[in-house]
């Protein structure tokens, strides 16, 4: 083989290699920005494309991903004049290459001082209770403030968080002091609280126990009522039934009187001084006085 060949072959070769380095794979969720002859061109999405030499050339990779953006702290100052540090952290994803690319210099950057002056702006029209207590609100004023003044630049703002709220030393010290102090007083509540219902259950029980033994005694004696009337009605049914004994037989009017006089005589042991005796039950007594001389 001569040296025309091998220089041919060289050449091709060459041109192969060439070609092989201006030929670009671009990933998934990627996105590159080609100029051509220092103009914008056109964006390769995902796929194989191929670089003319000497005529494009890749102004910028991009990624597409949500990107995760944690700022140092910045120092603020609230309505009522407390300074104090906040660091942010911002989601956001691009959306339009060509605008990411050549809508600001320094996109990062850029997103960085508009966080901070906008946290300022609104930090500004709130005292140090409610910036303490605002988070969600400063968030979502934050993002859509944020959103719309980087639209421009082909980024959407997704998110915005405050990540850490850091006041003064001694701000913090009379804020957990305060914290202190009202717990305590939440204990003392509950304390308090705790006291008073056992007072109540305690009256309650003694209440309801006097209750039980005014019923005990109440029925106690309704008991011993009942008890003294049925022995009342079980006395006076046997003496009518002694009664309707006495004249179902026909007794005599003797024995009636000698009956009366035996009831007198239970009567006169008792502690009676005077003892007065009906006329038909004397002039029996006569009688049987007389009957117990003859028998003398």
Do not use: C
Request: proline share 2%; aromatic share 6%.
């Amino acid at each position: 083989m001569d040296f025309k060949w091998i220089l041919i072959l060289g050449i091709i070769f060459l041109a192969i290699v060439f070609l092989a380095f201006h030929v670009r794979i671009v990933n998934q969720s990627k996105s590159v920005v080609v100029e051509r002859l220092g103009a914008y061109y056109k964006t390769w999405g995902t796929g194989v494309h191929f670089l003319v030499p000497f005529i494009d050339r890749i102004a910028m990779n991009i990624s597409l991903k949500e990107h995760v953006v944690d700022f140092d702290p910045q120092p603020v100052i609230t309505k009522d004049n407390v300074t104090m540090q906040i660091d942010t952290v911002v989601y956001f994803q691009v959306t339009d290459s060509k605008l990411y690319t050549y809508g600001v210099t320094n996109p990062m950057m850029a997103v960085e001082n508009l966080t901070a002056t906008t946290l300022r702006n609104i930090i500004g029209d709130l005292d140090l209770d409610g910036t303490l207590t605002s988070r969600d609100l400063i968030n979502t004023q934050m993002r859509a403030i944020l959103d719309e003044a980087t639209d421009k630049w082909g980024i959407k703002v997704n998110r915005v968080e405050l990540k850490n709220i850091l006041p003064p030393r001694e701000i913090q010290d009379a804020m957990e002091k305060q914290m202190k102090a009202e717990r305590e007083r939440r204990e003392a509540i509950l304390q308090a609280e705790g006291r008073k219902r056992s007072e109540i259950l305690i009256a309650e029980g003694e209440k309801e126990s006097a209750i039980l033994r005014a019923d005990a005694v109440k029925e106690q004696k309704i008991r011993e009522a009942q008890g003294e009337a049925e022995a009342i009605a079980l006395v006076q049914k046997a003496n009518a039934d002694s009664l309707t004994v006495l004249s179902n037989a026909k007794v005599s009017d003797e024995v009636l009187k000698l009956k009366s006089l035996e009831a007198l005589q239970k009567v006169a042991d008792g502690q009676a001084t005077k003892l007065i005796i009906p006329s038909e039950i004397q002039d029996l007594t006569s009688i049987l006085a007389s009957a117990k001389e003859v028998t003398k």
